[in-house]
């Protein structure tokens, strides 16, 4: 490999950097050309409506957003010598051999491209090719810059069986590069097997169980901008939607798609898609769990259709002088055909006055009439028509029908019977049920289930793509929330097994796709880790046999000898000047720094900082240069990470949850956050599984 530095003296002609740098300013000044062409058009003369006119110039807003040239973030990162000329629809039209990868797709007044979007069918050898599958490439080129400025490059001769293979520093610096602020893209620097990740065909659900820092964060998010490129109309009809556990972890994402040129992808937690009420409420842990078992379905499909009644009366309609007479049992054949279709309770109620009407109808013309289309709409507006359906196939709020669930143990036990238990009814029956929906304590796991009873109703509609990250988490009902958002589109599953915190997490990935509803997703494993030093990741593994049985540990792409120190302080749960001063000692070094500890020490840990003069910020809340200190509750730990961790007392951080299983497993979360260095300091003894 080749890393020439910089040599101002080298004519711009033979200096090969220079080239480079060339290239890089004739491709801003075309960026800046492109911007201005886009700037200067005149909507005047090709609107019609003023709605036509609002939609164009936002889109073209959002083209001017999408074409800025910003000065940190690199133009190109990579360039491609093909050993043949490229067919012209890979090429985007280029039809050249040499291709330089940058975030998008950048062309010269002839439409020449000047550089390539890295998402082009033309740029994923820069991916993928190896010495071993070359791909028809002779040379891979990786360019490292200095803010903004391009200083290096490193060569790869993929066809040169002599050349050894050596790791890339320019991608060690950037794996390395301190961590302040939001999440960064990995564009310049994605890997092969993460690569087929984001790639993958749209019309398959992906499913990646990854260990702490594998990337699958970073590949969910690049995988919604790769389908969006690869599949624009349709994702902008049907919609993408990417779901976090919490907003301090969506804070902590945010940018990345936007920094990838893609604006409109919505974001949202589970409970704020599932949000029919207002959530005032907690569950205790066992009945948390039994109202995200997947059983629960059962019981509200009952509960929903339990107000069906067959009639025993007939349904007369008056028109005119003459009255028409539908029989009872005419009527509950109609029902009960209804019933045992596999459509929505809502599109029953509407289909049910049609089949009355119709009945109706073939009397009119056994007596003699010849009714048509209005006739039937008409009859089926009938009020005798109308009281027949509300009287056998009532509407039903989802709303209102939870709260009876949860507060009427008849109705419960009815919906109930042969599916759950004596005791698991106790025990998810409110205590003392609220006189109405409205004054309800609804837990997190109630929203679930009326958003189950309401898609029993109603058909909820299904976005194109969904990425849910932290997975594991989930309760089969959430799985089915999630997945009814995606019925007709496709999914990316991410999460640790190992991670999973919550007394329903997932056990087996199966069975969570089967409650996804995309029983036959590739299952793919990520093992690479990008962000935790080997001797911590080692550390944190030890941990895995109790945890997580079945899973491989993960490896480290990072040696960083000294990451770890773990230290023994004085048996005092107050004493709390030993995690200051590791806090003073972290800061000392370029990059941010959290301060994890169990929830129940995070007022004691802040008035310690704060007496120590040490301002600090919650997790969230974006670090800046000056601001680089968070103190971060163990339970909002999971998908963050910083450059140096502190980690205060972990016997605390297990003793947090109600098992040792899962405390294990919140300790395994909290040790997996650190790029650079963790500390821990330890007052109890540290849990035996750490060894
Ligand atoms: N190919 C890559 N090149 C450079 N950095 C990478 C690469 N893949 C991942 N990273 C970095 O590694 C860190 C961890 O990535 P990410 O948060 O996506 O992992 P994760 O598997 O979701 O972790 P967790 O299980 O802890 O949530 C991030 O800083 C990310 O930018």
């Given at each position: 490999m080749h890393s020439p530095t910089t040599d101002a003296t080298a004519g711009a002609t033979t200096d090969p950097l220079q080239r480079e740098r060339d290239h890089l300013a004739s491709s801003r000044a075309a960026l800046k050309a492109m911007r201005e062409d886009v700037e200067s058009l005149d909507l005047r003369d090709v609107t019609g409506t003023w709605v036509s006119a609002a939609v164009l110039q936002n889109q073209i807003e959002q083209r001017i957003a999408a074409l800025a040239d910003l000065a940190?973030?690199?133009?190109?990162?990579g360039r491609l010598d093909y050993l043949h000329a490229i067919s012209e629809d890979l090429s985007e039209g280029g039809g050249g051999e040499r291709f330089y990868i940058g975030r998008r797709h950048v062309h010269d007044a002839d439409g020449d491209p000047m550089v390539i979007d890295w998402r082009a069918p033309v740029s994923q050898p820069f991916y993928r090719a190896s010495?071993?599958?070359?791909?028809?490439?002779?040379k891979r080129r990786r360019f490292g810059y200095t803010g903004g400025e391009l200083t290096a490059y490193e060569d790869e001769n993929?066809?040169?069986?002599a050349e050894a293979d050596t790791r890339s520093a320019l991608l060690a610096a950037e794996i390395e590069k301190p961590r302040v602020g939001p999440m960064r893209d990995i564009v310049a620097t994605i890997q092969p097997e993460q690569d087929e990740i984001v790639r993958a065909d749209i019309t398959g659900t992906v499913c990646v169980q990854g260990a702490p820092g594998t990337g699958k964060t970073a590949v969910g998010l690049h995988r919604v901008a790769y389908l969006l490129y690869a599949h624009r109309e349709r994702l902008a009809r049907t919609g993408t939607l990417v779901i976090g556990p919490n907003r301090s972890f969506l804070h902590y994402i945010e940018q990345v798609l936007p920094a990838l040129g893609e604006l409109d992808v919505a974001q949202a937690t589970v409970q704020e898609l599932v949000a029919h009420v207002e959530v005032r409420g907690a569950d205790s842990a066992e009945a948390a769990r039994i109202k995200g078992d997947a059983r629960m379905a059962e019981v509200l499909r009952r509960a929903v259709r339990s107000g069906i009644t067959l009639p025993t009366e007939p349904c007369v309609v008056v028109r005119g002088s003459r009255r028409w007479r539908v029989p009872a049992y005419e009527l509950v054949e109609i029902i009960e055909e209804l019933k045992g279709r596999e459509i929505r309770y809502g599109a029953a109620a509407e289909a049910l006055p049609q089949r009355i009407a119709h009945a109706v109808l073939l009397k009119m013309e056994q007596g003699g009439e010849a009714p048509d289309d209005r006739v039937q709409d008409a009859v089926a507006r009938n009020t005798a028509v109308k009281a027949a359906v509300k009287a056998c196939w009532p509407p039903v709020d989802p709303v209102k029908l939870v709260h009876r669930l949860l507060g009427d143990a008849e109705f419960l036990a009815a919906a109930a019977?042969?599916?759950?238990?004596a005791e698991e009814q106790r025990t998810v029956l409110w205590a003392k049920p609220a006189r109405s929906a409205k004054t309800a304590q609804w837990s997190a796991a109630d929203a679930v289930l009326v958003d189950e009873a309401a898609d029993l109703v109603q058909r909820t509609p299904s976005l194109g793509h969904v990425v849910v990250d932290?997975?594991?988490?989930?309760s089969p009902m959430q799985y089915r929330a999630v997945g009814r958002r995606c019925s007709t589109g496709s999914a990316t599953v991410l999460g640790d097994l190992a991670q999973g915190t919550t007394?329903?997490?997932?056990?087996s990935w199966p069975e969570a796709l089967h409650h996804l509803g995309k029983p036959s997703a590739h299952i793919e494993e990520l093992t690479?880790?990008?962000?935790?030093?080997d001797e911590v990741i080692v550390y944190a593994s030890r941990l895995l046999p109790a945890i997580a049985p079945g899973l491989a540990p993960a490896t480290s792409v990072r040696e960083a000898p000294g990451s770890l120190t773990v230290t023994p302080v004085a048996?005092?749960?107050?004493?709390t000047a030993a995690v200051v001063d590791a806090c003073r000692a972290a800061l000392a070094h370029e990059g941010s720094t959290g301060l994890i500890a169990a929830d129940a020490r995070i007022p004691l840990l802040a008035d310690a900082l704060t007496a120590a003069g040490l301002p600090f910020l919650d997790p969230g809340t974006e670090t800046t240069a000056e601001a680089r200190l968070t103190l971060v509750p163990a339970s909002l730990a999971k998908g963050l990470e910083y450059d140096y961790v502190v980690l205060d007392e972990p016997a605390a951080v297990v003793a947090g949850e109600p098992d040792e299983r899962t405390g294990l497993r919140r300790l395994y979360v909290a040790l997996t956050r650190a790029v650079s260095g963790l500390h821990v300091l330890h007052a109890q003894p540290l849990p035996p599984q750490l060894g």
């Open positions: 940190h973030t690199p133009l190109f990162f010495r071993k599958d070359p791909m028809d490439v002779e993929l066809s040169d069986p019977d042969g599916i759950l238990t932290e997975a594991q988490d989930l007394p329903w997490a997932t056990a690479q880790g990008f962000r935790v030093p048996d005092d749960p107050t004493a």
